[in-house]
């Protein structure tokens, strides 16, 4: 059973900055794209970042702003987040895809939410 764990969200004054870190386990597979999404309230869940093992690419409200890593060793993606905004805050997801070994089919799997909230 692939589980991800979230961390890091919390409150921040405008200009701050957080790390958000997303750890994936129990996978016997592949991970291929690693995301992070968000949600404010009464909007639809958008992309923020996408990181892949040759390509990153952002929603180009946060391009210059937030970064997207990932440690493969620890099947981890992390989101570094600075000059935080207030239309930043929002429950922060992350998102992996996996192709289990021996399938062709990729899994999406996502974590519980952590919130980032942005307020002076």
């Known amino acids: 059973q692939v589980q991800l764990v979230e961390s890091g969200g919390g409150l921040v004054q405008p200009g701050g900055s957080l790390r958000l870190s997303c750890a994936a386990s129990?996978?016997?597979?592949?991970?291929?794209?690693m995301a992070w999404y968000r949600q404010a309230p009464g909007k639809q869940r958008e992309r923020v970042a996408r990181?892949?093992?040759?390509?990153?690419n952002y929603a180009d409200s946060v391009k210059g702003r937030f970064t997207i890593s990932r440690d493969n060793a620890k099947n981890t993606v992390y989101l570094q987040m600075n000059s935080l905004k207030p239309e930043d805050t929002a429950v922060y997801y992350c998102?992996?895809?996996?192709?289990?070994?021996?399938?062709?089919?990729?899994?999406?799997?996502w974590g519980q939410g952590t919130q980032v909230t942005v307020s002076s």
């Open positions: 990181i892949t093992s040759d390509s990153t």
């Open positions: 998102n992996v895809r996996i192709m289990p070994i021996g399938s062709i089919y990729e899994y999406n799997y």
């Open positions: 129990g996978s016997n597979g592949r991970i291929n794209a």
